[in-house]
């Protein structure tokens, strides 16, 4: 029989709405005559859920978000009880069982998601799935231990100071000083473990650095502070898995960010009109085999899997700085990472395609 893929989608992050929308994306594009396609609601209070398998209803209408709602067609991945019991949190209700799933494209962006917590739910169950690992998704989650890794493998990143929560409740003046001490303003406060720029600002002086740790701290209790570079240039590149299992890079592209953002916030991102796509990114020949080559060895160095979106400062010297990693990017056809690929010759069905392909041949090379 054909194999069977579970698109997973939603989840209890903040990218809840961004998932569902790349999820209806992913859902049109999969070859019907090539796998059967189960659809798995997440709700935004992590309740699995069995969606219609109607792609439209995932997109944005008028405005208005998709999200999953509820319903009694809760679902378990995994005919183990132990496994069953993790997934479905609602007492009393039946649980709809999937049987055998052959592979899980989980479409989650965040906590809960592309963090190796899903991960490690389905190597619990035995489902291979598309993406990264257990190990490679947390550490990428973490900004903290990912400059950690980059740095101990070589790779250029900006400085930046870890700001823990016992330090923190301890002692806020001597970590304030610390800061001042390490880094220059501007610099960038971070929740540690989080994306969408959710949480994030720019300190200018050095005033504001108290407030911007504790609103960080709002969605994380660990937070980084980093060193700010500007004027930035914001590279991004896609890598992906070939058919042997080497990682490929994508054609660089660039963001530019106009009007009166500060930086990439959330509201560039994905509520108004401010920012500019270049794809490619117009760079010098060096420079494009320079963001690629890094592209792949911090793949390498994460030991990621399948696909990743790499994402470079590039500072007014010229010096490429490796911002970070995200293991599961945005994925609508209008997404970065699927707009880098299509202008390296990978259209969007064909990159799915590749995807579950990659993540097929996994399981097979584990048994
Ligand atoms: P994503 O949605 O890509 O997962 P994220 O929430 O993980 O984003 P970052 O990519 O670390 O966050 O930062 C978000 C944005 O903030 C960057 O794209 C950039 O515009 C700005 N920024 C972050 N750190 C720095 C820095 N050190 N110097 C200059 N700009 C920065
Ligand atoms: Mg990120
Ligand atoms: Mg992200
Ligand atoms: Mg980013």
């Known amino acids: 029989r054909k194999p069977r893929v ?27 005559s090539k796998y059967e396609v189960i659809p798995i609601g997440i709700t935004q209070d992590g309740r699995w859920v069995l969606e219609e398998d109607r792609p439209e209803r995932l997109a944005i209408t008028d405005g208005r978000l ?7 067609q809760l679902v378990a991945l995994s005919n183990d009880p132990t496994v069953r019991e993790l997934i479905v949190q609602e007492p009393g209700a039946v649980p709809k069982t999937l049987g055998e799933v052959d592979v899980v494209f989980p479409l989650l962006h965040g906590p809960y998601g592309e963090d190796g917590t899903i991960q490690g739910l389905l190597e619990l ?11 490679a998704s947390a550490l990428c989650m973490d900004k903290e231990y990912m400059k950690r890794v980059f740095a101990s493998h070589g790779l250029p990143v900006v400085p930046w100071v870890a700001v823990r929560p016992r330090e923190w409740e301890r002692d806020a003046d001597a970590v304030l000083r610390r ?9 960038f406060v971070k929740p540690s473990r989080l994306g969408s720029s959710i949480g994030i600002s720019k300190v200018s002086s050095w005033e504001e650095l108290r407030a911007a740790i504790e609103a960080a701290r709002e969605h994380d209790p660990k937070v980084l502070v980093e060193q700010g570079i500007t004027p930035v ?4 590149c896609g890598v992906l898995e070939a058919e042997d299992g080497t990682p490929e890079a994508s054609v660089p592209a660039e963001i530019r960010v106009r009007g009166d953002h500060q930086f990439y916030d959330f509201q560039a991102k994905y509520l108004d009109d401010s920012t500019d796509l270049d794809v490619p990114a117009d760079l010098d020949e060096a420079t494009t085999r320079e963001v690629r080559r890094l592209a792949v060895a911090a793949f390498e160095a ?16 010229g010096t490429l700085l490796v911002n970070e990693i995200n293991t599961m990017p945005g994925f609508t056809p209008y997404s970065m990472y699927p707009l880098m690929w299509q202008a390296s010759g990978v259209d969007y069905p064909t990159l799915v395609d590749r995807l579950i392909q990659a993540a097929l041949r996994r399981r097979n090379s584990l048994l």
């Open 6 to 32: 579970a698109v997973v989608f939603g989840g209890r992050s903040s990218e809840h709405a961004v998932s569902c929308v790349t999820a209806g994306s992913v859902l049109s594009a999969i070859d019907r």
């Open 66 to 72: 998709p999200s999953v709602e509820p319903s009694n």
């Open 125 to 135: 169950a035995g489902v291979p799935y598309v993406g990264s690992g257990v190990l």
């Open 179 to 187: 800061v001042q001490e390490e880094l220059e303003p501007p610099v």
């Open 233 to 236: 240039r914001e590279i991004e």
């Open 302 to 317: 994460m030991s990621c899997e399948g696909l990743a979106r790499v994402d470079f400062f590039l500072a007014p010297d």
